[in-house]
């Protein structure tokens, strides 16, 4: 006898991660409404002692740090004298490090997207911006950039393997207008991402034919919309695999050189998206404007392949990208580029 049986199953509006007991889908709500506005108190990298007396106490983020006072934090269960200077100590280093930077919600009500359209109503950037893109152009050896790019067992002189076996498959996929949960999975395996089992996302994602960067916007969208559990930057590597004609990464490398968030590194202030630190190492800081910035980095690149291929420099693509039609000889493409300034924004951080 077969017996039909139905699961309920509870979703958090913000991360998508499914749960089967509705209260730990109303947690998980209640933590990720909280981290949408402030950053989690590992970016302040406290001593494991005084971090967990916070986290216990449900003290999550650096905002709600900034509004207990000393009194009320010293009330908290095996909080005292030390673990107060231990927080006094690395809130003030992590004042001095953010000084001058606007918060993300400051960022948001004084962003104007309008300002990266033309008067015809084309995808454009400020005048001034043109004008440092160009420089920084200029000043590049693009292809050596290029030669140095290494991602694990992705070299040049390897014919970078895992990047050609990834645009292959992205492409098979795209040709029947779809992304698959599979190639999601494999890009997040290869960028190391740290929590795989984490990652919701049906089957088949359905994506229309990106032709221009809108299009690759609206894929953006989707996978937003279906996909839970998994970091920004690696949203933009799904594209950068998907679309590598158009799109690239948006790493957290880059944003710390490019962006905010790593103010020893930072040599140009181009993207308004912050990088931060936690005791894994560096991500995104993800806000409601991050795909307004993201946005803004796909015209960034856009700029370059065309001043790139306009000084007729030849990019040095692996022989097999050439033989599968990923690349034509000597053109660069957005995901070319961005592999160059990944390679340069590792040799600034080194």
């Known amino acids: 006898m077969v017996i039909e049986r139905q699961i309920t199953v509870y979703d958090c509006s913000f991360c998508q991660k499914t749960y089967s007991q509705k209260e730990d889908a109303e947690r998980c709500e209640t933590s990720c409404a909280k981290l949408s506005g402030s950053p989690d108190i590992s970016i302040?990298?406290?001593?494991?002692?005084?971090?967990?007396?916070?986290?216990?106490?449900?003290?999550?983020?650096?905002?709600?740090?900034?509004?207990?006072?000393?009194?009320?934090?010293?009330?908290?269960?095996?909080?005292?004298?030390?673990?107060?200077?231990?927080?006094?100590?690395?809130?003030?280093?992590?004042?001095?490090?953010?000084?001058?930077?606007?918060?993300?919600?400051?960022?948001?009500?004084?962003?104007?997207?309008?300002?990266?359209?033309?008067?015809?109503?084309?995808?454009?950037?400020?005048?001034?911006?043109?004008?440092?893109?160009?420089?920084?152009?200029?000043?590049?050896?693009?292809?050596?950039?290029?030669?140095?790019?290494?991602?694990?067992?992705?070299?040049?002189?390897?014919?970078?393997?895992?990047?050609?076996?990834?645009?292959?498959?992205?492409?098979?996929?795209?040709?029947?207008?779809?992304?698959?949960?599979?190639?999601?999975?494999?890009?997040?395996?290869?960028?190391?991402?740290?929590?795989?089992?984490k990652i919701t996302a049906p089957k088949i994602i359905p994506i229309t034919d990106a032709n221009d960067e809108v299009s690759v916007l609206q894929a953006l969208t989707s996978l937003e919309q279906y996909v839970g559990g998994i970091e920004a930057n690696y949203i933009t590597k799904i594209l950068r695999f998907a679309f590598p004609n158009r799109a690239g990464a948006l790493d957290s490398r880059i944003v710390r050189v490019f962006g905010l968030g790593d103010r020893i590194v930072n040599q140009y202030q181009w993207l308004t998206i912050r990088a931060q630190k936690s005791r894994s190492g560096w991500s995104i800081f993800r806000n409601r404007m991050w795909q307004m910035d993201y946005q803004k980095w796909l015209i960034i690149l856009s700029k370059m392949v065309s001043l790139v291929n306009a000084k007729e420099i030849p990019c040095p693509h692996p022989q097999d990208f050439l033989d599968a039609g990923l690349r034509t000889e000597r053109i660069w493409v957005s995901a070319d580029v961005e592999m160059a300034i990944f390679s340069y924004a590792t040799n600034a951080i080194r």
């Not at 004042?95 to 008067?119: D, H, K, M």
């Open 44 to 197: 302040l990298n406290l001593t494991p002692r005084t971090f967990n007396c916070l986290k216990i106490a449900g003290i999550d983020t650096v905002k709600e740090v900034f509004e207990k006072t000393d009194s009320e934090l010293l009330k908290l269960k095996g909080f005292g004298e030390w673990c107060l200077r231990d927080l006094h100590k690395h809130l003030q280093l992590f004042e001095n490090e953010t000084e001058g930077i606007e918060e993300p919600e400051e960022l948001l009500r004084n962003a104007q997207p309008q300002r990266f359209y033309s008067s015809d109503g084309k995808l454009d950037l400020p005048e001034l911006l043109k004008d440092q893109i160009t420089q920084f152009v200029d000043h590049q050896d693009w292809v050596r950039l290029y030669k140095d790019y290494r991602w694990r067992d992705d070299t040049w002189k390897q014919g970078f393997p895992a990047i050609l076996r990834l645009e292959t498959q992205m492409r098979c996929s795209l040709q029947k207008g779809e992304i698959k949960r599979q190639d999601i999975l494999d890009v997040a395996n290869w960028g190391k991402y740290s929590s795989l089992s």
